[in-house]
Nanobody, 119 residues
Framework: QVQMVESGGGLVQAGGSLRLSCAAS????????MGWYRQAPGKQRESVAR???????NYADSVKGRFTISRDNARNTVYLQMNSLKPEDTAVYYC?????????????WGQGTQVTVSS
């Protein structure tokens, strides 16, 4: 069993910054891909940023140059540094990981953390 615990959301004014963290724990052998998704009210969940174990990253066009994803492989933790936040960044943010565990390979999600950007 693997658990994903997120932290770091909150309320911030436009132009401000927040840092999200997500730690995976449990019967983990390795983690291939870690990423962040978000879902705004009335919209579908969308990919924000992803990082593979070797460190390569990709970002949604809407956050390029403002958000930075990173990971600490030793701690099985992924981070999302969000700068120059805009009201349209308001959403519930979910971390995601493709985990190789003792029982196989599976996709895991965090519980979600609310990010609200006021104008």
């Amino acid at each position: 069993q693997v658990q994903m615990v997120e932290s770091g959301g909150g309320l911030v004014q436009a132009g401000g910054s927040l840092r999200l963290s997500c730690a995976a724990s449990g019967s983990i052998v390795s983690i291939n891909v870690m990423g962040w998704y978000r879902q705004a009210p009335g919209k579908q969940r969308e990919s924000v940023a992803r990082i593979v174990s070797g460190g390569s990253t990709n970002y949604a066009d809407s956050v390029k140059g403002r958000f930075t994803i990173s990971r600490d492989n030793a701690r099985n933790t992924v981070y999302l540094q969000m700068n120059s936040l805009k009201p349209e960044d308001t959403a519930v943010y979910y971390c995601n990981a493709v985990v190789v565990s003792t029982t196989g390979v599976r996709n895991y999600w965090g519980q979600g953390t609310q990010v609200t950007v006021s104008s």
